[in-house]
């Protein structure tokens, strides 16, 4: 189905890197992130701009096995391709890029990226826990003062409520558009999911995301259901996804699924709500990104309750666990995960573990129909 809303979308996030130099040239510093632990909040209360610089094309990465090893996580290679090569957009406008010590292939990564860019890292704790918060908080207002004296300006308590404010808004307008997806069958695909949350996370200006979600939510909100679909429902898990690096959920969906929620830090770990609003505006930042449930987080409670809501909320039929090649963190949960699948949400798993090339295409799609079939 063709969406008005969804195509305006398209047209002006096609624009977003014109937008983004049109906001550099008008003084805005820039601000490239490589991980949702890096509070964005920050950045908006500097009124500098975020991007995201985690790479999704495999284009980039035969330039970085130049330098890194070829055993190393896509992702990685992608990115730090991107540097070597000098062809992201993003990553050329950055002012600063901020580093957060997540998996130690993005630690070493970041060391080689300050001989390109003024690099500021973010020492991310590897537990949850009260001591953890504590430091984490110190480290957030170290990244404050910085970002102070790369953008010019004092970080009031007052401008990181209103930037709090402003994220909530965009949470809660990306929220209603891939909860759109718990109707059966799913107005939108996987791949319109993805894309949806890709390509607004670049869009330069807050409010233009917020209005044009809040447009796609609400045209395709009203819209009638269509017939009913046999389509297993899928919920994905696992690393980050982007355009150029969707390939898993399309060919779920080329091989008859929906896949109705992607569970991971490009769509639906971005819409979780602050837990609490008490205490400073730091205090709420340290405690709601800490408690980001991903597998460089050691243990990881918050990943298995999140997936009991996910599944259940999006009536799904089965979860498929998306590891990038040499990402150890998330290979080394997938046993977890699939135990707790398995035993308490009485699921099928799958899991993958692939890279960015397209060269194992035909055997995943193998491997996906017949795991479809056994659903049906
Ligand atoms: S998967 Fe984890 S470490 Fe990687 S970008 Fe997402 S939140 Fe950060
Ligand atoms: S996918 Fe895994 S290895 Fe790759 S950057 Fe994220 S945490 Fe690190």
């Not at 017939?227 to 779920?252: C, D, N």
């Not at 997936?307 to 909320?313: F, I, P």
Request: include cysteine; charge should be neutral; glycine fraction near 4%.
């Amino acid at each position: 189905m063709t969406w008005t809303s969804f195509q305006n979308f398209r047209t002006i996030t096609d624009k977003n890197v014109l937008r983004l130099q049109e906001e550099k040239k008008a003084g805005r510093k820039v601000i490239g992130q490589y991980c949702i632990y890096s509070p964005t909040e920050l950045v908006l209360a500097a009124d500098a701009i975020p991007v995201s610089l985690c790479g999704t094309k495999n284009e980039s990465i035969p330039t970085a096995e130049s330098v890194l090893p070829r055993t190393l996580c896509p992702l990685i290679k992608s990115s730090f391709g991107f540097a070597l090569e000098d062809s992201c957009p993003y990553l050329a406008a950055s002012d600063l890029v901020v580093a957060d010590t997540t998996c130690d292939g993005k630690k070493k990564m970041f060391e080689l990226l300050g001989n390109f860019k003024p690099v500021y890292v973010l020492e991310l704790p590897q537990r949850q826990n009260t001591d953890a918060l504590a430091y984490w908080r110190r480290q957030l207002e170290l990244y404050k003062d910085t970002l102070e004296s790369v953008c010019r300006v004092t970080i009031t308590e007052d401008a990181l409520w209103q930037a709090i404010h402003l994220v909530e808004r965009f949470r809660k307008a990306l929220k209603s558009v891939l909860d759109l997806a718990k109707r059966r069958p799913s107005p939108l695909s996987g791949m319109e999911l993805l894309e949806i949350c890709f390509r607004a996370s670049f869009m330069p200006v807050y409010d233009d995301r917020i209005q044009e979600l809040e447009a796609i939510a609400k045209e395709i909100g009203q819209s009638a259901s269509e017939e009913k679909s046999k389509a297993p429902r899928i919920l994905l898990t696992g690393v980050p996804t982007g355009l150029g690096s969707h390939k898993v959920i399309k060919l779920f969906e080329e091989c008859g699924a929906s896949v109705v929620c992607i569970d991971n830090c490009t769509c639906y770990k971005k819409v979780r709500a602050y837990q609490s609003m008490s205490g400073s505006a730091l205090d709420v930042l340290a405690k709601h990104s800490l408690d980001i449930p991903c597998a460089v987080m050691s243990p990881n409670p918050g990943r298995y309750e999140t997936l009991q809501k996910l599944a259940g909320e999006f009536s799904v039929d089965a979860v498929c666990d998306l590891t990038w090649q040499g990402c150890q963190t998330y290979e080394v949960e997938s046993s977890s995960l699939r135990k707790f699948v398995h035993e308490s949400l009485k699921l099928p798993f799958l899991q993958i573990v692939t890279e960015y090339a397209e060269s194992d295409c035909e055997q995943l799609r193998i491997r996906i129909q017949a795991f479809l079939e056994m659903l049906a």
